[in-house]
Nanobody
Framework: QVQLVESGGGLVQAGGSLRLSCAASARTFSHYAMGWFRQAPGKEREFQAAISWSGGSTYYADSVKGRFIISRDNAKNTVYLQMNSLQPEDTAVYYC??????????????????WGQGTQVTVSS
């Protein structure tokens, strides 16, 4: 139903910022709740942030509260992750995810239906 393409990853120094984008092909983007996850080498995929259908509710992992901001622009079919105060431990592949079903039950931290291919974020010390 939807294809997701992440962009904006790259190499930054500790303390720097990066803004990730996820472009969705859906014709009804507002029917999808969206999330961001990351996976570091040798570790499980980890929830980072999520945003509800119209952007009214946001959710964050404890490790990124106060540093990362998730937002969406339904007119542009795009969700963003603004990452500030980056640390070497933030180094990972970051994935965009979509949950289909407007007005359906939703667990922000898990059970997404669609995933992007990921974008690499590397934070140097």
């Amino acid at each position: 139903q939807v294809q997701l393409v992440e962009s904006g990853g790259g190499l930054v120094q500790a303390g720097g910022s990066l803004r990730l984008s996820c472009a969705a092909s859906a014709r009804t983007f507002s029917h999808y709740a969206m999330g961001w996850f990351r996976q570091a080498p040798g570790k499980e995929r980890e929830f980072q942030a999520a945003i509800s259908w119209s952007g009214g509710s946001t959710y964050y992992a404890d490790s990124v509260k106060g540093r990362f901001i998730i937002s969406r622009d339904n007119a542009k079919n795009t969700v963003y992750l603004q990452m500030n105060s980056l640390q070497p431990e933030d180094t990972a592949v970051y994935y965009c995810a979509a949950f289909y079903g407007y007005s359906s039950s939703w667990s922000p931290e898990r059970d997404y239906h669609y995933w992007g291919q990921g974008t690499q974020v590397t934070v140097s010390s």
